[in-house]
Each structure stands twice: as C-alpha cells, then as structure tokens.
C-alpha cells in the first residue's frame, strides 16, 4: 500500500519519524487510518528510559491513545467497513486464562498493547491484529463524538476501571492528589459519577489555577501541609475517597491519615520499582474500617462506557485536549507533553 510516516522508538531519548511501509493486514485484521494520536505518561516514559526488546535493530513505533477511520477491513464478521470512525483498546490478552475469559484482557498475565509490545498509533495506519479484532478492542466512535474526544477514551476508561475499583458514588467528598491530565480525568469522572465535594492537590499552583478555571466544580487546595488542609476543608472528617494521580512514595504513605470513616483509597498512578516499599500505619485502616486498593489499565469494556457516558454528555471531555501538533512536529509534541504543561498533548495525522 506504499509508506507512511511513524514516530519510532530506537532506544533510550532516540525516536526519530520515519518513512516505512505502510503494514500489511491478513484475514481477520484491521487497518485504521490514524486521525490522532495522543501522547501518555507511558510514552514519555519509555522515551526517557527504553524499554526491554527495543533497540536500532528492533524499533517500536510508540502510541497506544487513539481514534482513526478504518481504511481496511479483512473481517468476514461483523460490522467494521472501511470509513467507520473508531478508536481502539490497546490491551490484547491470550484469551485463554482465567482473566480473559472473564473479560478483563488487560489483567492477563501474558497480554500485550499497542505501541508497548507491538507497534502503535503514531503513524498514519496502525495495523489491528485479529486477536485484538476478536476481543472487541475496535470500538466506534458513537454519534456526535469527536475525533479529539475519542482520542483520550482509553486513559479515561483507566480513570473509570480505578473509580469502581474506588467504588466512587454519589455524594462522596473526594480527594484527587495530582492535577495532571489523569488527575483532571479523576476530577471529570468523579463529578459524572455524581460526587458532592471533589478537590485537588498539586505542587504545581499553575496546574490548580488552570484546573480551577477549567473546572468550576474543582475545589483546589493550595497548602504545604495536605493533612491540616484536608481536615480544615471537611471541618475534620476526613474524605471518602483519595486517588494517588502522581507517582510519589510519600503521598501513598500520607492518604491514610486524610481519611474519613469507610474511606476508599486508590493508588492509581505506579511508582518507580525501586521506590514501591511504602511504610503505613495499618490500625488506620483497621479502626476506620478503611479499603486500600489499586487498578491498572482498562479493558474494551471501560472504553465502550466510556464513550456511551461522553455520547450521553454525562462526561464532558471536550477540554482535555490542550495541545496538538503535526507529525513533522513529533520532537515538539513529545518535549511539551513531557514539560507537565497543558493536559493532553497530541499528535494529529
């Protein structure tokens, strides 16, 4: 089908945009023309560090936050026809363990992502596997949803697996710690899932204000000592529920004590292997009948309430994308969505 542009990983801060062939699709796959390409935490990541199998031999191409049209379909079932407006889930699992089977393809063992093992989004096609096709991680863009819109689909639907983890309802007081795009994603979620109180800590006072201006129903706290700020807010009670959006040791060590009674923490965001030892004191969690829990990643599922909430305008996520660029303009993309500026920064194709 000729070449096309893609944003390659070679190794360690090396990704140059290459000119290679456009993949090829066999029976049972799928070839969508990217519309955009959203940039995530994990790319900036893997950019920074490398990741294991990548090398100047064996490059990756990056990206696994997407929306597109299908250009090509080698489906003989189902409903997928070349122009459909879709976005995709980027976690395949065997198919065959006990995770997958209940559906939860994102918690398999053995799984694998686009743009993590396999190439990605940030290249004008991205070829679907059949697995993936078989699994349901094709997934239309519904009525009166944008391409901007269907691109951060897939770290929302991370946001929505964490909150039922959470078990976020209505009339919560809850405590997002991190105003980065997930936290902001929390924020959104938490708000639709019809929290009576949300508020949101942040190092950054340029994030909170830019976030608070966003986002009128974000109470944002801007004080040194999180715990005397929480408990000044909730006149000493504590939150219901506190969701880690940043990958620090000590605020995981910290949530116990902004609990209320019955309170639910989240440890969303991972944190480096070598700083994952934390320290608590665990009759918090006894004398305040406390759930402690974590989550990591999404499944199809997540991605298709998702996009039924956004279709529905319970979830408003017309705001998320701040920044976009062209493909010639990767190097530019990747230094801002690393700057910690904006919150979701993308590339358009």
């Known amino acids: 089908m000729g070449k096309m542009l893609a944003v390659k990983l070679f190794g360690a801060n090396d990704i140059r945009l290459v000119n290679c062939d456009v993949p090829q699709i066999v029976e049972g796959e799928i070839l969508v023309k990217t519309s955009i390409a959203a940039i995530c935490g994990t790319d900036i990541r893997m950019i920074k560090n490398g990741y294991n199998g990548i090398s100047e031999e064996r490059p990756l191409t990056l990206g696994h936050e997407v929306s597109g049209i299908i250009e090509q379909s080698e489906v003989k079932e189902g409903d997928y026809y070349p122009g459909m407006k879709v976005t995709i889930a980027p976690n395949i699992g ?5 995770m997958c089977k209940k559906g939860d393809v994102h918690l398999c063992c053995n799984y694998r992502a686009l743009g993590i093992h396999m190439d990605g989004c940030m290249a004008e096609y991205v070829r679907v596997p059949a697995k993936a096709v078989n699994q349901g991680n094709v997934i239309p863009i519904p009525e009166g949803v944008t391409m901007e819109e269907a691109s951060v689909f897939e770290p929302m639907a991370c946001v929505m697996n964490g909150q039922d983890r959470a078990e976020v309802t209505w009339g919560d007081k809850v405590l997002i710690i991190g105003a980065g795009p997930i936290g902001v994603m929390h924020a959104l979620m938490a708000h639709a899932k019809g929290a009576s109180e949300i508020y949101i800590n942040d190092l950054s006072n340029e994030r909170l204000e830019q976030c608070a201006k966003k986002y009128p129903f974000v109470k944002t706290l801007h004080c040194s000592d999180l715990r005397e700020g929480v ?40 944190l480096p292997a070598d700083k994952d030892f934390i320290s608590i004191h665990s009759n918090e969690i006894h004398y305040k009948q406390l759930k402690v829990s974590g989550s990591t990643r999404c499944n199809a599922q997540h991605l298709r309430r998702v996009g039924e909430m956004v279709r529905r305008q319970d979830l408003d996520l017309s705001g998320i994308v701040t920044n976009e660029f062209s493909a010639l303009e990767y190097q530019q993309a990747i230094n801002y969505a690393a700057s910690a500026k904006g919150l979701k920064t993308v590339i358009k194709f």
């Open 94 to 98: 065997c198919g065959t363990c006990e």
């Open 231 to 270: 408990l000044e807010t909730t006149e000493g009670a504590g939150v219901d529920v506190c969701i880690t959006a940043c990958p620090v040791k000590e605020i995981q060590e910290q949530t116990l004590d902004l609990m209320a009674v019955n309170g639910r923490v989240l440890f969303f965001g991972g």
